[in-house]
């Protein structure tokens, strides 16, 4: 899989969360691993990278967060839409969640954390302790260590989707999904695209 | 307009962002306003209904949250794409960017700071201090005392955008954006269509 994918520079890894998809968080501890779907995620700042991310306490991949320091965030495609729903409504305590949800993955370069396969984007994560965010409000504070992304869809700082089922998408609530849409371009629009005088 | 928008509940309204789309930040101080697009924007929590959003350290917006305590949030309408790019590009110090930018404004019901005109919805945030978070990391935390929304898009806990016009949208970087895009409904689509024997 490796070879598939792009790095991305660690200061323009922002834009792959900037648009609000929702991901996968996905973790590991001492053989014992997890993936969660999660939509409060956001980035934190530019460089160095951070991002923050809301980890609800009673919930397996908060136990492995706080054992590793680690995480990764997948943006998925669209087409894995079932599976990332599949994977928000489970808990991985009660046994693995990757193989019944069909996830594949691949490992991480710079954290124990696995990478998803069939995903647009993925940011390698280590916390950075603030344990009153974390008890207080179950908000997670992490560096970006390494990003990756699938050229097919983003290559020089910018997302460029080739079809529908490689979209990143944006959850709503109760199983509902919004793919990411067209592209506007308002101010190259209005800048590129004078009225033509005649 | 307060008699064409409905009230969210507020252990609903993080609906209104769960999608992650870009929103506008509006304050007030003394006479003061300002109004900027940010992307950097998150639920945080359920009931009470709280919000993250980063709100860079040398912005007026910044400046006149501090001294207010308050901000609101406008999910705006595609529609006005151009607008939300044009109050992203220019600073309020100089000079009200409302108007240049083509925004009007009706006013909120439990803070000072302004409402947008053709947004989808409106969370009307009281910043819980924080200090070592907004200082170290630009990040200001707040629990929502209301929420708004147009019932031709969001009513009954649910997005349904009736046309291209009338949705909300992403933002990309660099004048990109990308629109709120087809509803996916994996879970809906597995349980209520099963395939047709024959």
């Not at 779907?37 to 990278?49: I, N």
Request: charged share 20%; proline share 7%.
């Amino acid at each position: 899989m490796r070879e598939k994918i792009q790095s991305v520079d660690l200061a323009k890894c922002y834009l792959l969360l900037n648009h609000g998809p929702v991901t996968l968080v996905t973790t590991a501890f001492r053989g014992r691993r997890n993936v969660m779907a999660a939509s409060w995620v956001m980035p934190l700042d530019f460089d160095p990278p951070k991002v923050a991310a809301v980890i609800s306490g009673d919930s397996y991949t908060r136990e492995l967060i706080e054992a590793s320091g680690e995480f990764a965030l997948n943006v998925p495609f669209r087409r894995i839409a079932d599976k990332v729903f599949a994977a928000g409504n489970a808990s991985g305590r009660d046994g693995d969640k990757f193989v019944p949800a069909g996830l594949t993955t691949f490992p991480a370069e710079r954290i124990g954390a696995p990478l998803v396969y069939d995903c647009a984007a993925w940011l390698e994560c280590k916390v950075i302790p603030e344990a009153h965010n974390q008890q207080r409000y179950d908000l997670f504070i992490a560096e970006v260590a390494a990003a990756w992304a699938d050229p097919a869809v983003f290559s020089q700082g910018r997302w460029h989707f080739p079809d529908g089922a490689r979209r990143t998408f944006h959850y709503q609530a109760g199983g509902v999904f919004f793919q990411t849409g067209r592209m506007l371009e308002p101010f190259h629009r209005a800048h590129m695209n004078p009225p033509e005088k005649d």
